[in-house]
């Protein structure tokens, strides 16, 4: 089945330490999503990319990072400069003739 | 610059009982709508969305939403709730078709208990 998989589903981060969230597509979409999470403060949005290779800052990218070496993959990097990155993770993705979001699941990150 | 107002961050409606969630919008074009739902733990799913064409429009699960300019105003309604009902509720808002290098702002959204 088609569809959208973050890895990992729960993750831990240490003090000064960088991670990376997964989000792979089989969907064949274009364009990829990273949202961030918050309790009472909706989705709002920290990186895009319409294609390859291309990506764009959203609203609060600062202290994360990403890369779109392939169609298929979005990975998110949470860096040590983001300095409250308790929060839940979504990846998304659509087609360019579509206006429909596709989520994944989620990554829960926490700090230790 | 586009915004969304969901009014009521939480919901509480008696099962069979009429489900009225609410959102105004803020566009200086004319908007494209959404709403979505989340479950716990889990990602988004679209319930329906208003691309300029029928004002009313139906969608997944019996809920529907109409479109009212003068309002600004798409709320989301369902006649009669059930207890699957229960979940996060967002209503988004862009202002291009395909929001390429537009972003989709989202609300903040409204968490719906379902009373048996």
């Known amino acids: 089945d088609g569809g959208i998989t973050q890895s990992p589903k729960y993750l831990f981060r240490k003090e000064g330490q960088n991670v990376t969230l997964s989000c792979e597509q089989n969907l064949n979409h274009d364009a990829m999503y990273w949202y961030r999470q918050d309790p009472g403060q909706g989705l709002r949005l920290i990186y895009y990319?319409?294609?390859?290779?291309?990506?764009q800052k959203g609203d609060i990218a600062e202290g994360y990072s990403v890369s779109r070496e392939k169609k298929e993959s979005f990975p998110l990097t949470v860096t040590s400069a983001q300095k409250n990155p308790t929060a839940f993770y979504l990846c998304a993705s659509k087609t360019d003739t579509d206006e429909k979001l596709f989520f994944g699941s989620g990554t829960q990150l926490s700090v230790l | 610059a586009q915004s969304v107002t969901q009014l009521g961050s939480h919901v509480s409606v008696s099962e069979g009982a009429l489900v009225l969630l609410r959102c105004n919008y803020s566009?200086?074009?004319?908007?494209?709508l959404f709403w979505y739902v989340q479950y716990p733990n889990q990602g988004l799913q679209l319930l329906l969305k208003?691309?300029?064409?029928?004002?009313l429009v139906k969608g997944i699960n019996g809920f529907e939403a109409e479109f009212k300019k003068s309002e600004t105003s798409f709320h989301l309604t369902k006649p009669s709730a059930h207890m699957s009902d229960a979940a996060e509720y967002f209503c988004a808002v862009s202002e291009s078709k395909n929001f390429g290098n537009e972003k989709l702002t989202f609300g903040t959204g409204t968490r719906l208990t379902i009373i048996p």
């Open positions: 208003y691309t300029s064409a029928a004002t």
């Open positions: 990319s319409q294609i390859v290779n291309d990506f």
């Open positions: 566009s200086s074009v004319p908007p494209y």
